[in-house]
């Protein structure tokens, strides 16, 4: 099956799980993950209570504050590019495209152009976040994030099942979730693009991680804050294992 014959079928699976008609063309699972994931916390009740079905979800804003190096990332969800020097017109499919990249417009009939050192930063601004790892391993996040874990049996399920509830409290614009990218988040000329903005960190940190990230952007991003999603429908997902 296509991507896009794979697509249509789980955007029509996804509303009929009762997703609006937006949520549900939106909402994407990236680099497909079919095993558990497994949340560490600082504290025992946190654990229980996710194991309950209480969703504690963070924000990109927060995890940009955290003092910790490990934990946070002032550039997370940040992406820059920067054009090169390239040459040519409007009939140059690769100059038109590096100048797309770098926020510039060329319509037809153009030529001489000359694009240097363009730089354009992409930021999200903010969005609700749930972050996972794919690998159940104390002994190297536990003293970072805490030695309670509880194990996600289906991210998937998960994910349809959180989205469901948190569109009852918020519109979502958009919705993702997949592995961490772990590369530069930055990129030249006709170099791939790294990744998905809010799906990308740099290697050296945050490799070891693993993180498996569950990510809704709402249509108002400005002034989130965390909060606690009462969402019972994934309790037996959820369980507790340290």
Known sequence: ?????????????????????????????????????????????QADALACGDVWLSTLET??????????????AHETYNSGHAVGGSSDPDLVEIARRSGINIGP??????????????VLTD??????????????????????????????????????VIEGVASIREAAAGKVIYKDRFYT????????????????LYASQKEFRLLWIPKEANGLNPFLLKCPEVGHLCERIA
């Open 127 to 164: 969005a609700y976040v749930l972050c996972t790892t794919t690998e159940f391993s104390p002994e190297k996040l536990g003293e970072t994030f805490g030695r309670y874990c509880v194990e996600i049996t289906n991210p998937r399920q998960f994910f349809i099942a959180a989205s469901e």
């Open 109 to 122: 009939g153009c030529s001489n152009i000359t694009l240097s050192n363009n730089t354009r930063k992409s």
């Open 189 to 204: 000329g006709m170099e791939r693009p790294p990744g998905p903005l809010g799906f990308v960190k740099p290697p050296d």
């Open 63 to 76: 995890c940009r504050a955290y003092e910790n190096p490990e934990q946070g990332d002032s550039e997370e």
């Open 1 to 45: 099956m296509g991507r896009k014959s794979r697509l249509k079928r789980e955007r029509r699976e996804l509303k009929d799980h009762g997703l609006s008609e937006n949520s549900s063309r939106a909402l994407v699972l990236l680099h497909q993950h079919n095993q558990s994931v497994y949340r560490f916390f600082q504290e025992e009740w």
